[in-house]
């Protein structure tokens, strides 16, 4: 599966889904909004570049309380969407920057010790993790440039841990150290350009060969969100 309309949509979906269905069935849920980057370990377009913005439902769902002194345990499972991109998005002939945007869909465990006032939230939490990653960039320019895409898509895990603060109601505040690995990938690529050669231009695109690349990276977040009888 590459990072295509068609990914983004059923992403989207799974997303609305995590914010929707835990409030409509009255379970116990906890939802989270990120602020901060997610790093890319290996060589795309930026080395070691850290993709700017991003979208990220994290939740957790359910579970076990475990209560004792001085708090109470929760375990339950946990899921995650999340897309971010990096570059400028141009793609035009003048543009040498890449664009690169990356899509994670995670699921796995979460524990939560949670203290006796319910004001301070310590968790963590592990699983699998699904990225899938597109790449584009130019050399060149005018009618000499050349368009390159990598697409790449592969299933590793996720180690992470943090803690939220609740002041008041089902609003908290947190923040919370991410790590992806495991996901070697090989990419399928494609090049187009302009053949000059010919008589009227034409516009080819022809494959590339295969890359080992993969979306190992750490990601550091201050996360935002609202919880219900977590």
């Known amino acids: 599966m590459g990072c295509g309309t068609k990914t983004a949509w059923g992403w989207h979906a799974v997303l609305l889904l995590a914010l929707v269905v835990p409030a409509g069935c009255g379970v116990p849920y906890r939802v989270s909004f990120p602020l901060g980057g997610r790093a890319l370990d290996d060589v795309w377009t930026r080395p070691g570049g ?21 708090g109470r345990l929760r375990i339950g499972p946990e899921i995650l969407v999340q897309y971010s991109t990096a570059g400028d998005g141009e793609e035009t002939a003048f543009t040498s920057e890449g664009f690169v945007e990356l899509y994670e869909y995670q ?24 990225a899938s990653v597109k790449e584009d960039y130019t050399l060149g320019q005018d009618w000499a440039a050349e368009f390159f895409r990598h697409t790449g898509e592969a299933t590793g895990y996720y180690l992470h841990a943090g803690v939220l603060w609740c002041p008041a109601g089902g609003f908290h505040l947190g923040f919370d150290v991410r790590y992806v690995g495991g996901t070697q990938m090989q990419t399928t690529g494609r090049r187009s350009y302009w053949d000059t050669g010919s008589v009227p231009y034409q516009y080819l695109t022809e494959s590339i060969a295969s890359e080992s690349r993969d979306a190992d ?9 609202w919880h219900q009888n977590w």
């Open 107 to 130: 699921v796995g465990a979460v524990m939560s010790f949670i203290a006796l006032d319910g004001k301070l939230h310590s968790f963590a939490g592990l699983g699998l993790a699904d």
């Open 217 to 225: 990276g750490v990601q550091y977040s201050v996360l935002v969100g």
């Open 50 to 70: 850290n993709l700017a913005g991003g979208l990220e439902s994290g939740i957790g769902l359910g579970g076990v309380n475990l209560t004792f002194q001085p």
